[in-house]
């Protein structure tokens, strides 16, 4: 959700390199190429030296060398589509310059496009070959659908939110994708008039996997799905053999929960009473992937047994570049009309940490609060750690907006360079 975004350093020659030059992966500039093609964005006096296709272009080839390829996507054709499809005519008008950050932006309705490694990550986990029938059950503004349907045969997606439907189908018909197709309805259910599909993604979060979906998915096929509460999700990829799904966990996730029929089957809701942080010991990673259980959008962030302060583990954010981000989100339900403040508690240890050149780029513990339409309403920052220093013992008191229906915890260097390491990290509740 937060994450890589370019930024001008005042090397203006950008605008001169051919595009194809860049697309045919001549140029080896993976740490600058962020700064310099923000520049065409950035100084309106050159327009002699790059058109506004080439700076979409430029923007695009720096998201996937620095958000997909340096965070190990391989896939050659989730590559070639993500350079491909714009990603900037699937957001509102109002966020079009951050089109090409590694992050979800909203889309309205309560709902976000996923940021474009979320994209890439779910797509190379299917394996999508070219002659697949993909299902999608949450088309939002559609981008994930465009990055399939540049891969497969025929995209059929389906949307809960009728405008977003509606607009989606529109976004498809004027950008000329003629093999994707939208539904207007609950995803729960699936498609059965064009079943079996070869593949299945769900961009969603349903408590378990909806039956039909099981039994839309050919024998043989792939479906990748978040699963779990609503605060604490993590991806599964399911292989369809003879009849019977087997479960591959995979990273955490954070997605908005699948509405309609699946809500109602849903069994546990967050306690927005009691928010609590999960895993901040980071002992627990069930599938030995090298990534804490409970923490998503983890970047820059590994599990370390050097000198634990609590139990066998901590977690360690590493970054060289400015250019690059290193941190972990947690979100949670919270109620601030009864929770006025949070007491987290934390071990703290850092070495040669420099800020970066925004405000944003520093070591720090980040608490975003949403109001009820999910709408950010304020955040407060902690730490600002620059320097060296070892183990300590370190309290905060945030105070909670009472507006605030749900929270995000960001922890990590952000976009600062150096070394931090955190440990047994925990958040008790203060009533009003």
């Known amino acids: 959700m937060f994450s890589f975004r370019p930024t001008a350093q005042g090397i203006s ?5 051919r595009i194809s030059a860049v697309a045919g992966r001549n140029l080896r500039m993976t740490n600058l190429l962020p700064r310099l093609a923000a520049v065409c964005l950035l100084i309106p006096i050159m327009p ?3 058109s506004q296709q080439q700076k979409w272009e430029l923007l695009r080839e720096a998201m996937v060398q ?10 050659p054709r989730v590559l070639s589509a993500m350079r491909k499809i714009p990603r900037h005519e699937f957001v509102r008008t109002a966020d079009r310059a951050r089109s090409y950050e590694d992050t979800a932006l909203a889309i309205g309705h309560q709902q976000t496009i996923s940021p474009p490694y979320v994209v890439a990550y779910m797509t190379e986990s299917l394996d999508p070959q070219p002659e697949d029938r993909v299902l999608e059950i949450g088309t939002g503004s559609g981008y994930q659908a465009a990055v399939l349907g540049a891969i497969v045969k025929d995209v059929y997606t389906i949307e809960i939110v009728s405008p977003l439907a509606k607009q989606a189908t529109k976004r498809f018909k004027d950008l000329g994708y003629t093999n994707i197709h939208v539904m207007d309805g609950d995803g729960f259910k699936g498609w059965p008039e064009h079943a079996p599909f070869d593949r299945i993604i769900v961009t969603c979060s349903p408590e378990n996997v909806p039956q039909p979906l099981v039994d839309q998915l050919k024998e043989g096929g792939r479906m990748i799905i978040p699963l779990g509460e609503r605060y604490q999700q993590a991806f599964h990829l399911f292989r369809k053999e003879n009849g019977e799904l087997h479960d ?15 809500e109602e089957q849903r069994r546990v809701q967050p306690d ?24 998503h959008y983890q970047r820059n962030a590994s599990i370390s047994e050097e000198g634990p302060m609590e139990g066998d583990r901590f977690l360690r954010f590493e970054n ?3 250019t690059g981000i290193s941190h972990a989100l947690q979100g949670t339900a919270i109620d601030g009309r009864n929770v006025g403040a949070l007491h987290l508690h934390y071990w703290i240890r850092y070495k040669s940490v420099v800020p970066g050149p925004r405000p ?4 720090a513990i980040v608490v975003h609060f949403y109001d009820n339409v999910r709408r950010e309403i304020s955040s407060v920052v902690l730490g600002r750690w620059r320097g060296t220093l070892d183990w300590q013992d370190a309290k905060s008191l945030v105070p909670v907006p009472a507006n605030a229906r749900e929270m995000i915890i960001r922890i990590g260097l952000n976009g600062a360079i150096g070394q931090l390491d955190m440990d047994d990290l925990r958040m008790t509740p203060v009533r009003r």
């Open 13 to 17: 020659r950008i605008c001169r390199i």
């Open 48 to 50: 002699q030296a790059c």
């Open 66 to 75: 620095t958000a997909l390829e340096a965070e190990g996507i391989t896939n």
């Open 248 to 262: 591959e966990k995979l990273i955490s996730t954070l997605f908005v929960p699948m509405t309609g029929e699946s």
């Open 272 to 295: 927005a009473l009691n928010p609590a942080i999960i895993n901040g010991s980071f002992e627990v990673d069930s599938n030995e992937d090298g990534r804490v259980d409970g923490w």
């Open 320 to 322: 060289s570049d400015h």
């Open 360 to 363: 944003e780029d520093q070591a």
